[in-house]
């Protein structure tokens, strides 16, 4: 990553706790990713090659940020927030680093907006509101792509808002899932495209 969006993320980070600290309201805080939490979702993104991103919860933009940058090479990613406020800041923070024209914001509320989304999508980064995941999570499953990558932060901070969301993805069939010990927690969960039928047969000779 570029040396000037490096020192940019670290100041969104920095003025995002001090404004956190701040702000007695939970909905009006920035909440934003551990940056090792960022990190590894860049490096799960872009090693995966995730095209279609999906992120609910776009607060100022530094988790959009890194998942822009990681998608930048032909990808894209749909953010969504239902705060007008955030979405001007982070249309604005995306701009100043050159990835706006690599996401798509909406504004409104999340579980409403996922409805009218046509998909596919690749990936799908929960970090919003935990109580609403599961429902979301259920819209989401016809509009997910046959190999695709379902991340979730707070996995570890918030247990009781989440436990349903952590459940509800356990029971997926054909994904593999663990809660990675990093930040506050990411849960990771992952269903990658079967093998054709002889491909390893076809390998093999």
């Known amino acids: 990553m570029?040396?000037?969006i490096v020192a940019?993320?670290?100041e969104l980070q920095r003025e995002g706790r001090a404004h956190d600290v701040r702000?007695?309201?939970h909905a009006h805080r920035m909440l934003n990713l551990e940056p090792e939490t960022a990190?590894?979702?860049?490096?799960?993104?872009?090693?995966?090659?995730?095209k279609q991103i999906l992120e609910i919860g776009t607060s100022n933009g530094y988790s959009t940020i890194w998942l822009a940058w990681a998608a930048r090479a032909g990808g894209r990613v749909t953010s969504l927030d239902r705060d007008p406020d955030k979405h001007a800041l982070a249309d604005a923070n995306l701009r100043?680093?050159?990835l706006r024209d690599v996401v798509?914001?909406?504004?409104?509320?999340a579980t409403e907006t996922i409805?009218?989304?046509?998909?596919?999508f690749d990936c799908v980064f929960f970090d919003a509101d935990r109580r609403s995941a599961p429902a979301q999570l259920d819209l989401l499953l016809p509009r997910l792509a046959p190999d695709v990558l379902i991340l979730a932060d707070n996995a570890r901070s918030h247990p009781d808002e989440i436990a349903a969301y952590l459940a509800a993805v356990a029971r997926l069939p054909g994904f593999a899932h663990l809660v990675v010990p990093i930040g506050k927690g990411l849960?990771?969960?992952?269903r990658g495209t079967p093998p054709a039928l002889g491909a390893n047969a076809d390998a093999a000779g």
Do not use: K, N
């Open 2 to 4: 570029e040396s000037e």
């Open 23 to 25: 702000e007695p309201e």
């Open 115 to 120: 409805r009218a989304l046509p998909g596919p």
């Open 96 to 98: 100043r680093v050159g």
């Open 39 to 50: 990190q590894l979702v860049t490096i799960l993104v872009q090693s995966g090659h995730r």
């Open 187 to 190: 849960s990771v969960a992952y």
């Open 8 to 10: 940019f993320l670290d």
């Open 104 to 109: 798509d914001l909406i504004c409104g509320d």
